[in-house]
């Protein structure tokens, strides 16, 4: 498998259903236009917990930042965002530019996720 480009749900006033898929371990390629949040769960209460790191692409100084690592642990529920386009947003010169690319690893066949796009 390769990675995927996740398409954010729009959210409204109307709000919007929670239609969650399984994690593809490759990865994704979120696009980011500094509204988007990631909703993560571990579904399952024995297993070990997930690592979700956020690709950082930003260069301060000659210094590249670190990527962003969380981790979900047994049966827990996350929202991550928003995603400062400066520091997460791929550069033209990468794959995926404008994107945010996402990483698992652990216990990855137990997380489900869904991106969401709020207006503006």
């Known amino acids: 498998m390769a990675r995927l480009t996740l ?9 919007a259903p929670v239609t969650t898929v399984a994690v593809n ?15 993560v ?15 950082a ?6 210094l590249t930042l670190p990527d962003k690592t ?7 529920e996350y929202l991550f965002g928003p995603f400062n386009r400066r ?3 791929r550069t033209d010169a990468q794959t995926d530019p404008g994107h945010v690319h996402i990483d698992f690893t652990g216990a990855t ?6 991106a969401f796009r709020f207006p503006r």
């Open 109 to 114: 066949a137990d997380l489900e996720i869904q």
């Open 57 to 62: 692409e930003e260069v301060l100084d000659g």
């Open 70 to 76: 969380i981790t979900v642990a047994l049966s827990e």
């Open 7 to 15: 398409a954010p749900n729009k959210m409204g006033s109307d709000g």
């Open 25 to 39: 371990a490759d990865g994704y390629a979120l696009p980011n236009d500094g509204t988007v949040f990631l909703y």
């Open 87 to 89: 520091v997460y947003n």
């Open 41 to 55: 769960k571990n579904t399952n209460a024995a297993s070990a917990g997930c690592d979700v790191a956020f690709g």
